[in-house]
């Protein structure tokens, strides 16, 4: 499954004011894995940036006034998010943004729900814990996901942070060691690295971060099928003790508690 932690940034609170989104930022999820892969973009909005909104990103007009216009970046967006499931806290808010700035287009570009699914984690954090603050800072403080990088919003390192706190939200990001071997890590390059499937786009329209790429290419890391040894030693299994699955159980009757029912191990 593909998803898309997403966040944005803007000149002010209304799009119906007039106001404009000013960065974009994308992080890919597979299969509930944090890839490499970034959709990163400023963008000149064409109009004055409201003072408030620049104590809160620290975005300026100056900053801003050479980047790429929407327009220019819209096809290398919605490549990138198509097909996928969006993850945006207070999804009402950049979905409006987004839909706004598909409109100002006038050639039938439709909504952003044409192109993806969208999932709201502040509305599933209200669900979750009712009665209590559901901030992004909130959650993090809540799920133990560091924010200190946080002095100001950014719309790429918010949604970096948001990755980390949906996954701890529904249930954590597992990862599957197979071999701990000097090999590990997938793909590699003649020169030990892994091997870079880059795609160019228009310039200053999406980088990735990080990587050595640039600032204006989308970056993957595949790694290969690896096949395992048959001649290797059988494994070793150890069986857990009652007293060990008693507090297995026990931790799964919690998490199911705290997730409202939704622990994925007890299904």
């Known amino acids: 499954m ?8 803007t000149t002010g609170l209304d799009p119906k004011a007039g106001h404009r989104i000013i960065e974009i930022g994308c992080v890919e999820l597979l299969d509930r894995r944090i890839t490499q892969n970034r959709f990163h973009v400023y963008i000149n909005p064409e109009r004055e940036i409201d003072a408030g909104a620049i104590e809160v990103h620290g975005l300026t007009n100056e900053f801003l006034a050479g980047m790429p216009v929407f327009r220019n970046i819209a096809d290398d967006f919605l490549n990138f ?8 806290h207070n999804a009402a808010f950049d979905v409006g943004f987004l839909d706004h700035e598909l409109s100002l287009l006038g050639e039938n570009r439709g909504r952003i729900a044409d192109y993806c699914g969208i999932c709201d984690t502040l509305a599933m954090a209200r669900k979750n814990h009712p009665g209590q603050r559901n901030s992004l800072d909130a959650l993090c403080k809540r799920y133990n996901v560091d924010n200190s990088r946080r002095e100001l919003h950014g719309a790429l390192l918010d949604a970096e942070i948001l ?19 000097a090999e590990s890590g997938g793909a590699r390059g003649s020169d030990g690295g892994f091997e870079r499937f880059v795609v160019n786009s228009s310039a200053g329209s999406v980088h990735a971060q990080p990587g050595p790429l640039g600032a204006n290419s989308v970056e993957r890391e595949q790694a290969a099928p690896r096949s395992v040894d048959t001649a290797r030693p059988r494994l070793r299994v150890i069986r857990s003790t009652p007293e060990e699955a008693e507090a297995h159980a026990a931790r799964l009757e919690a998490i199911a508690k705290a997730s409202s029912g939704n622990c994925l191990w007890s299904r």
Do not use: K, N, P
């Open 163 to 181: 990755a980390d706190v949906y996954l701890a939200m529904t249930g954590g990001q597992i990862t599957m060691l197979l071999e701990a071997d």
């Open 2 to 9: 593909r998803q898309i932690v997403l966040d944005t940034e």
């Open 81 to 88: 998010i198509s097909g996928a499931e969006l993850i945006i």
